[in-house]
């Protein structure tokens, strides 16, 4: 298989991650860098390696130098920004969340129907290998049926440590940075689909500073969904099943867990590749190789159904951005 030629979009953090992780994976290259900054691109360019540097989105997104994608601007410029490249036919993986809403993430499933090349929400947690090791143990009964699940991704950070979480104009909150994850983490073992989902919420700033999220679904399993952005909590999981249960730390990031039936608790490890964003890359490469649009793991009616969810959450706790009304 050829090298699919990556480019990044956006020189922040999360950025500087996944430039790391291009680089082990084999089917990748990691070949340009586009920032609205040309000083900020440079400087990204020179600690990781990156060949071309771009200072306009536009340009990019023309150059035959790229074949694919990573999106890792704010939340608001992910839909504009998805469909500058997926109408110029460059292959696009986007940070989580895939849009601010449904009804984004529709139009661009539309756009990379239309011109034939795949879109992805890089929603790491689902190609973890520890992750898929629990699906397979699942599977094979090993905690009889999952009735609970229980996620929380909660952090401690102040408006002057990170404003833009802090903006209601920038799709912030904890909702869409974290809360999603959780989301995921429940619809991986119980589906995408709950009969009841009820929310409440401490808003500040304009924007859900700690939310809780009750999700009921057809064969009575209940999840219990917490993501904050201005309180200390554990960012761990727990599947809770008929027969026993399993405990996940970390989880959005899961690298071991314990499966626990009675007093046995059997600790079981299962590292990502690298720094966890390699696993995503693979597929993206593998899928892009096999001529597809869409992943088998998570294809894009996955992603438009969670962020149903996060619609009707926001509108229960009377969350709206600017973009809703566009």
Same mark, same amino acid.
């Given at each position: 298989?050829?090298?699919?030629?990556?480019?990044?979009?956006?020189?922040?953090?999360?950025?500087?991650?996944?430039?790391? +992780?291009?680089? %082990?994976?084999?089917?990748?290259?990691?070949? +340009?860098?586009?920032?609205?900054?040309?000083?900020?691109?440079?400087?990204?360019?020179?600690?990781?390696?990156? *060949?071309?540097?771009? !200072?306009?989105?536009?340009?990019?997104?023309?150059?035959?130098?790229?074949?694919?994608?990573?999106?890792?601007?704010?939340?608001?410029?992910?839909?504009?920004?998805?469909?500058?490249?997926?109408? /110029?036919?460059?292959?696009?993986?986007?940070?989580?969340?895939?849009?601010?809403?449904?009804? =984004?993430?529709?139009?661009?499933?539309?756009?990379?129907?239309? %011109?034939?090349?795949?879109?992805? *929400?890089?929603?790491? $947690?689902?190609?973890?290998? +520890?992750?898929?090791?629990?699906?397979?143990?699942?599977?094979?009964?090993?905690?009889?049926?999952?009735?609970?699940?229980?996620?929380?991704?909660?952090?401690?950070? $102040?408006?002057?440590?990170?404003?833009?979480?802090?903006?209601? !104009?920038?799709?912030?909150?904890?909702?869409?940075?974290?809360?999603?994850?959780?989301?995921?983490?429940?619809?991986?073992?119980?589906?995408?689909?709950? *009969?009841?989902?009820?929310?409440?919420?401490?808003?500040?700033?304009?924007?859900?500073?700690? $939310?809780?999220?009750?999700?009921?679904?057809?064969?009575? /399993?209940?999840?219990?969904?917490?993501?904050?952005?201005?309180?200390?909590?554990?960012?761990?999981?727990?599947?809770?099943?008929?027969?026993?249960?399993?405990?996940?730390?970390?989880?959005?990031?899961?690298?071991?867990?314990?499966?626990?039936?009675?007093?046995?608790?059997?600790?079981?490890?299962?590292?990502?590749?690298?720094?966890?964003?390699?696993?995503?890359?693979?597929?993206?490469?593998?899928?892009?190789?096999?001529?597809?649009?869409?992943?088998?793991?998570?294809?894009?009616?996955?992603?438009?159904?969670?962020?149903?969810?996060?619609?009707?959450?926001?509108? =229960?706790?009377?969350?709206?951005?600017?973009?809703?009304?566009?």
């Amino acid at each position: 298989m050829n090298k699919i030629r990556w480019g990044i979009v956006g020189a922040g953090n999360i950025a500087k991650k996944f430039a790391v +992780a291009v680089k %082990n994976v084999d089917c990748a290259e990691l070949v +340009a860098i586009g920032s609205r900054t040309k000083e900020k691109g440079e400087a990204f360019a020179e600690a990781y390696g990156i *060949e071309n540097v771009f !200072d306009s989105y536009e340009a990019m997104a023309s150059s035959d130098k790229v074949d694919a994608v990573y999106i890792a601007t704010p939340h608001p410029m992910h839909v504009s920004c998805a469909l500058l490249f997926l109408e /110029a036919k460059k292959h696009v993986l986007c940070e989580k969340p895939l849009c601010v809403n449904a009804a =984004q993430a529709i139009k661009l499933k539309e756009s990379a129907n239309r %011109n034939g090349v795949f879109l992805m *929400e890089a929603m790491w $947690t689902r190609f973890l290998p +520890a992750i898929k090791e629990i699906q397979g143990l699942i599977a094979e009964g090993a905690i009889g049926e999952v009735s609970g699940i229980k996620a929380d991704f909660c952090y401690a950070s $102040t408006y002057d440590e990170d404003r833009k979480i802090y903006r209601n !104009d920038m799709a912030g909150g904890s909702l869409l940075d974290v809360g999603v994850y959780g989301l995921h983490f429940s619809s991986i073992f119980l589906g995408e689909e709950p *009969e009841e989902i009820s929310s409440m919420a401490k808003i500040g700033h304009g924007v859900d500073l700690h $939310t809780n999220v009750l999700l009921k679904y057809k064969n009575g /399993a209940i999840s219990y969904i917490s993501s904050a952005v201005d309180l200390y909590k554990p960012s761990d999981a727990y599947i809770y099943g008929t027969k026993g249960y399993i405990y996940v730390p970390t989880f959005y990031g899961a690298k071991d867990f314990y499966l626990c039936k009675g007093s046995e608790k059997l600790h079981i490890e299962k590292p990502s590749i690298g720094v966890g964003f390699e696993e995503e890359i693979y597929e993206v490469c593998h899928c892009i190789a096999a001529g597809k649009t869409e992943s088998d793991v998570l294809p894009l009616d996955k992603t438009v159904k969670i962020l149903s969810q996060m619609d009707l959450i926001r509108k =229960q706790i009377g969350l709206e951005y600017p973009f809703d009304f566009e």
